[in-house]
């Protein structure tokens, strides 16, 4: 895959029983660009980003990541079905098996890419910093008897995990908050963390699922802020979904339209304002409302 893109969507389709939320839906994110995925609700973003993320196993199709050195069929690495040469190895089966379980999604963000939830999953009753902590398990040295020992390495990645969490609470002006539980943070704090939390992973490109949601102008433009820092300082590419479209227009390099599962534009922020498709999906969405894009 060229190096240009870091995401390569293909004719993705999902189906849930007989619902079909999304159709041959094909587009690509450029590497260092903040996109956006827009459309009116039930148009299939989420569920997008759930194929993407590992969350759930597309019905067909190609999702191609080219992140930390190295190209990444997200399909593949959930798992193929069972095959009937699964059940002669039992290594092969238990591998299998284990994917079944306990789905990809940790591989997908081995794999370097990260999200943040439409609606927040945090652990409430952890501590901001714990919540960042727990979200580096797959990079910190877990192993048992190293633990148990405290060996020098243990210890290591220890403090780098907690070098980490606090970098990331730097950035998203919540260092303050580090030993309040998760809980007790206003609501557009803990969007602020769920980012902190997803970038403690270091990804090279993140999801985030309506990040303004609830959020009032001012924390609105903070966020904003924010995307273009994780773009531009720490070379992080950024895939939104959002419904604030002043934002949308505002911080995008591209965008990708969707309704009723399908991709019915894409481009620049000027080439959505004024394609009649996108206006009409939205007009249409909420009839009689006032549509500005
Ligand atoms: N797990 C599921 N099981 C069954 N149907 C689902 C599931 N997830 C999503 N859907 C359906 O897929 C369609 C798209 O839903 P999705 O959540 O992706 O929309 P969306 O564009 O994110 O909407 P919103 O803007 O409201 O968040 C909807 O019809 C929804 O009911
Ligand atoms: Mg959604």
């Not at 009116?40 to 196993?57: E, I, M, Q, R, S």
């Not at 730097?170 to 206003?186: I, M, P, Q, Y």
Request: aromatic content about 6%; glycine content about 8%.
């Amino acid at each position: 895959m060229s190096q240009e893109n870091i995401l390569k969507v293909e004719n993705l389709v999902m189906h849930f029983g007989g619902i079909k939320a999304l159709n041959d839906v094909t587009f690509n994110i450029k590497r260092g660009s903040v996109s956006a995925l827009i459309g009116p609700n039930g148009a299939g973003k989420t569920t997008v980003f759930n194929c993407l993320t590992g969350f759930y196993k597309a019905t067909g199709g190609n999702i191609m990541l080219s992140a930390n050195g190295k190209d990444t069929s997200v399909i593949k690495v959930l798992g193929e079905p069972f095959k009937a040469t699964d059940f002669i190895s039992p290594v092969a089966f238990l591998k299998r098996l284990k994917y079944k379980m306990f789905g990809g999604s940790h591989l997908v963000n081995r794999a370097g890419l990260s999200r943040t939830f439409q609606n927040i999953r945090l652990f409430k009753e952890m501590s901001v910093v714990e919540n960042l902590l727990v979200a580096q398990h797959m990079r910190v040295n877990r192993n048992l008897l190293a633990g148990i020992l405290n060996t020098p390495s243990y210890q290591q990645s220890e403090e780098e995990a907690l070098e980490r969490a606090f970098y990331w609470l730097g950035v998203v002006d919540l260092t303050e908050f580090a030993n309040r539980l998760a809980g007790e943070l206003s609501y557009g704090q803990q969007r602020r963390l769920e980012i902190a939390r997803a970038m403690c992973t270091n990804p090279e490109i993140i999801c985030l699922d309506e990040p303004a949601a609830g959020l009032n102008p001012s924390e609105t433009e903070a966020l904003t802020k924010m995307i273009r820092v994780l773009r531009d300082q720490h070379n992080t590419t950024v895939l939104l979904i959002e419904h604030d479209m002043g934002m949308v227009m505002d911080i995008s390099d591209y965008i990708v339209v969707l309704d009723h599962g399908e991709v019915i534009a894409k481009g620049n922020p000027d080439e959505i304002k004024n394609n009649p498709k996108v206006i009409a999906a939205y007009l249409g969405a909420e009839e009689g409302e006032e549509v500005t894009l």
